[in-house]
C-alpha cells in the first residue's frame, strides 16, 4: 500500500514563495511519476505540474508556468513544488498523487494513490 503525506502549506502573502513536499512510502518511488494537482473553494481539483520517474521530465499547467518548479529526490522519496510569485487565485489545497504512467501526465485518472492534501492560503 503506497501512502503519500503532503506538507509545507501555510498563509502567505502574495508575491511570497513557498515550498510543498510530498513523501511517499510504502511502494518503488523511483517508479513512479508524480504530479501535482490543486482545488480552490467551490472548484474542480485541477492539474498543477507532473514529473516523470527519473526528473528529466516535466509539465505544467499554464497558469503557474515560470513561477512553479516541480523536482524530486529519488534518495528521499520526495517530491518538492517550489511556488514563487504566488497570487490569491493559487489558494487552494494542493495534492501529490503517484502514477505509472512513463511520462508526466495532466490526465487525473492516471494517478493511483493521493495524499490528503496541504492547505495553501495567499493573502492580498
Known amino acids: 500500500q503506497v501512502h503519500i503525506l503532503e506538507s509545507g502549506g501555510r498563509l502567505v502573502q502574495a508575491g511570497n514563495s513557498l515550498r510543498l513536499s510530498c513523501v511517499v512510502s510504502?511502494?518503488?518511488?523511483?517508479?513512479?511519476?508524480m504530479g501535482w494537482f490543486r482545488q480552490a473553494p467551490g472548484l474542480d481539483r485541477e492539474f498543477v505540474g507532473s514529473?516523470?520517474?527519473?526528473?528529466?521530465?516535466?509539465l505544467y499547467t499554464d497558469s503557474v508556468k515560470g513561477r512553479f518548479t516541480i523536482s524530486r529526490d529519488n534518495n528521499k522519496n520526495t517530491v518538492y513544488l517550489q511556488m514563487n510569485s504566488l497570487t490569491p487565485g493559487d489558494t487552494a489545497i494542493y495534492y501529490c498523487?503517484?502514477?505509472?504512467?512513463?511520462?508526466?501526465?495532466?490526465?487525473?485518472?492516471?494517478?493511483?494513490?493521493w495524499g490528503q492534501g496541504t492547505q495553501v492560503t495567499v493573502a492580498s
Open positions: 514529473i516523470d520517474w527519473s526528473g528529466g521530465r516535466t
Open positions: 510504502g511502494g518503488t518511488f523511483a517508479w513512479y511519476t
Open positions: 498523487a503517484s502514477s505509472l504512467s512513463e511520462s508526466p501526465t495532466i490526465r487525473s485518472a492516471a494517478y493511483h494513490y
